[in-house]
């Protein structure tokens, strides 16, 4: 793990801890969707405490099974095509799944040679940390401004192509909020096939857009091969509920990858305490909760569009906003330090690509700005950026 940076919010900390902030602070460095519990969530923990004596299944009750394979096939409109015993497992948050995962189906070498997992840069870290886990060859692939801020796996060298045996993708994306469409679906999965790797979808952000329903890559897959073959997608409860401190997410696709993933947890992976697959179960039926939530984030985008003028643009999806001033670092320095408002810098998402030149780290001239507190907050804090950033 020694290639591993520290964490993006350990990075921040060290840059802004020692200073006195400029007025009272205000954070909005972390994507904390610091929602409000919806009051079944609570009932549904209350109801089952008992289940907390109890030994709970790797594979999930039938209750959560059925809910989060009834979301997809209503979610993503695919007609019962997702099976609740092969095609959905739970996990402890997506994140301890996007981990794992490859430690059962990452190959030891492809073709003779060390295997490569692609990851877009920048990205979610804990890709970098699944890939050095298993010892492969990490490998970041720009998704700036020029690609639609999304990776061009297509544009690989076919050398390194051959030894690609997983990509991670992530749409809406962190930091970026880019979603990919049906197109670069389908050229992804054709590569997949064509060069054999497996593509890991975190579509954590999937219920969190603004004018457009992104298109996921579940339905993609299906249209194009009647299948989820060599997909794997990742769903949380973090962001669609705003209840990351429930720590629930699924995976989902390839019955054949989910058989080994499943067998792989049955000896090393953290089963789901049973109340809180209740209480899973239950926000996975439940679509009012996420427009509501939905329909505040929009009202917090607007704001930010309002306030910020032309220095943003609104992207498809997420809950951040991906800002360009030149040097993120600083900014997020100056803005702690004359405003009291803690932002990202982008480059702590990110990796140089030419080593020690800190500008070919594609966040490098970037803040990101998670839109997550209540809407006057979030406006306060707006509008000292704006007057730190100037016209
Ligand atoms: C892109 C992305 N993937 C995964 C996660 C982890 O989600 P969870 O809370 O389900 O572990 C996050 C959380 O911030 C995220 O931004």
Same mark, same amino acid.
């Given at each position: 793990?020694?290639?591993?940076?520290?964490?993006?919010?350990?990075?921040?900390a060290?840059?802004?801890?020692?200073?006195?902030?400029?007025?009272?602070?205000i954070?909005?460095?972390?994507?904390?969707?610091?929602?409000?519990?919806?009051?079944?969530?609570?009932?549904?923990?209350?109801?089952?405490?008992?289940?907390?004596?109890?030994?709970p299944?790797?594979s *999930?009750?039938?209750? &959560? !099974?059925?809910?989060? #394979?009834?979301?997809?096939?209503?979610? /993503?409109?695919?007609?019962?095509a997702?099976?609740?015993?092969?095609?959905v497992?739970?996990?402890?948050?997506?994140?301890?799944?996007?981990?794992?995962?490859?430690?059962?189906?990452?190959?030891l070498?492809k073709?003779g040679?060390?295997?490569?997992?692609?990851?877009p840069?920048?990205?979610?870290?804990?890709?970098?940390?699944?890939?050095?886990?298993?010892?492969?060859?990490?490998l970041y692939v720009?998704?700036t401004?020029?690609?639609a801020?999304?990776?061009?796996?297509a544009?690989l060298?076919?050398?390194?192509?051959?030894?690609?045996?997983?990509?991670?993708?992530?749409?809406?994306?962190?930091?970026?909020?880019?979603?990919? *469409?049906?197109?670069y &679906? !389908?050229?992804?999965? #054709?590569l997949?096939?064509?060069?054999? /790797?497996?593509?890991?979808?975190?579509?954590?952000?999937?219920?969190?857009?603004?004018?457009?329903?992104?298109?996921s890559?579940?339905?993609?897959r299906?249209?194009?091969?009647?299948?989820?073959?060599r997909?794997?997608?990742?769903?949380?409860?973090?962001?669609?509920?705003?209840?990351?401190?429930?720590?629930?997410?699924?995976?989902?696709?390839?019955?054949?990858?989910?058989?080994r993933?499943?067998?792989?947890?049955?000896?090393a992976?953290?089963q789901?305490?049973?109340?809180?697959?209740?209480a899973?179960?239950a926000?996975?039926?439940?679509?009012?909760?996420?427009?509501?939530?939905?329909?505040l984030?929009a009202e917090?985008?607007?704001?930010?569009?309002?306030?910020?003028?032309?220095?943003?643009?609104?992207?498809?999806?997420?809950?951040?906003?991906?800002?360009?001033?030149?040097?993120?670092?600083?900014t997020a320095?100056?803005?702690?330090?004359?405003?009291?408002?803690?932002?990202?810098?982008?480059?702590?998402?990110g990796?140089?690509?030419?080593?020690?030149?800190?500008?070919?780290?594609?966040?490098?001239?970037?803040?990101?700005?998670?839109?997550?507190?209540?809407?006057?907050?979030?406006i306060?804090?707006?509008?000292?950026?704006?007057?730190?950033?100037?016209?």
């Amino acid at each position: 793990m020694s290639p591993l940076p520290a964490g993006p919010f350990a990075r921040l900390a060290e840059l802004v801890d020692n200073i006195k902030p400029g007025k009272d602070p205000i954070d909005l460095s972390i994507g904390d969707p610091s929602g409000r519990v919806p009051a079944f969530v609570s009932e549904a923990l209350a109801k089952t405490a008992g289940a907390f004596g109890r030994y709970p299944p790797i594979s *999930g009750s039938d209750e &959560w !099974r059925e809910a989060a #394979a009834a979301w997809l096939n209503r979610r /993503f409109v695919l007609n019962g095509a997702v099976d609740s015993e092969s095609h959905v497992l739970p996990l402890n948050g997506t994140r301890e799944g996007l981990f794992l995962t490859l430690f059962p189906l990452l190959p030891l070498a492809k073709n003779g040679a060390k295997p490569v997992v692609a990851m877009p840069n920048p990205f979610y870290q804990v890709y970098a940390a699944a890939a050095l886990g298993v010892h492969a060859e990490p490998l970041y692939v720009p998704a700036t401004a020029a690609s639609a801020f999304l990776p061009d796996y297509a544009g690989l060298p076919e050398a390194v192509l051959e030894r690609l045996a997983a990509v991670y993708i992530c749409s809406p994306s962190n930091p970026e909020g880019a979603v990919v *469409g049906e197109e670069y &679906w !389908r050229q992804l999965f #054709a590569l997949a096939e064509r060069h054999d /790797f497996i593509v890991l979808a975190d579509e954590c952000y999937a219920d969190i857009y603004f004018d457009k329903l992104p298109v996921s890559a579940l339905p993609a897959r299906h249209k194009q091969s009647g299948g989820f073959s060599r997909l794997l997608t990742f769903h949380s409860l973090s962001k669609r509920s705003g209840l990351p401190g429930l720590r629930s997410g699924m995976v989902a696709g390839d019955a054949k990858l989910i058989a080994r993933f499943r067998a792989f947890r049955n000896v090393a992976g953290p089963q789901m305490p049973g109340p809180i697959m209740a209480a899973s179960a239950a926000a996975w039926r439940d679509e009012q909760h996420v427009s509501a939530n939905r329909a505040l984030y929009a009202e917090k985008m607007e704001a930010a569009e309002r306030i910020l003028g032309n220095r943003v643009s609104k992207p498809p999806g997420g809950f951040f906003l991906w800002l360009d001033t030149g040097h993120g670092e600083e900014t997020a320095l100056g803005l702690w330090r004359e405003q009291g408002v803690k932002v990202l810098p982008g480059t702590y998402m990110g990796r140089e690509i030419e080593p020690e030149k800190p500008q070919s780290n594609p966040g490098f001239s970037f803040v990101r700005i998670a839109l997550v507190s209540d809407l006057s907050t979030i406006i306060t804090a707006l509008e000292r950026v704006r007057d730190f950033l100037g016209p």
